[in-house]
């Protein structure tokens, strides 16, 4: 299960409402192109984020890196690129809209959705995977150990050796907490 969002997107709209709206476009055409290229399935969007499934860990993760790719590449709008939350930094290879993207590959129960006819997923797997995009800044893909291990050994030979950065461990919610 991968989440993405948008950094900055709420001042971005603000600040540039026509540059954002073609900006969206951008971000969009390239989110639904990679995923499409990496047998990915679009669950929901809610304004810039996307949820998204996959078959298997290393197709989420490709997909995300070569949206990373893609979207640091795009010809953005000036008055993106003029942000603060747009603008280009060669150094941390930040240009246009910063994306965060969190994945999960864990537990997650499915039905199709009575109105729409589209399958939805459900469960802590869908849960964690939306609590580590919740950690993750624009620019950064954020995933669980789970999901690394099961890709660790396909990563070189697949996924062209992306630098990883363990982060340590984090509490992202609490299962057991009665509500």
Request: hydrophobic share 35%; with cysteine.
């Amino acid at each position: 299960i991968v989440y993405t969002d948008v950094q900055g997107s709420t001042s971005l709209w603000e600040s540039c409402p026509g540059a954002m709206k073609r900006a969206q476009e951008i971000h969009d055409d390239i989110m639904r192109q990679c995923y499409a290229d990496h047998k990915g399935y679009e669950i929901t969007t809610e304004g810039d984020a996307f949820n998204l499934a996959f078959q298997h860990p290393s197709d989420a993760i490709a997909f995300a890196l070569k949206a990373q790719i893609k979207l640091y590449k795009a010809e953005w709008p000036s008055e993106i690129l003029m942000h603060p939350d747009g603008k280009e930094d060669s150094y941390l290879k930040f240009k246009g809209l910063r994306v965060r993207f969190g994945i999960n590959h864990g537990p997650t129960t499915n039905q199709v959705h009575r109105v729409t006819g589209r399958t939805i997923y459900a469960g802590e797997g869908v849960k964690i995977a939306k609590a580590v995009e919740g950690l993750s800044h624009g620019g950064q893909i954020l995933l669980t150990i789970e999901t690394w291990k099961a890709v660790a050994g396909l990563a070189e030979r697949y996924l062209g050796r992306p630098q990883i950065l363990d982060c340590g461990e984090h509490v992202l919610f609490d299962s057991h907490r009665q509500r």
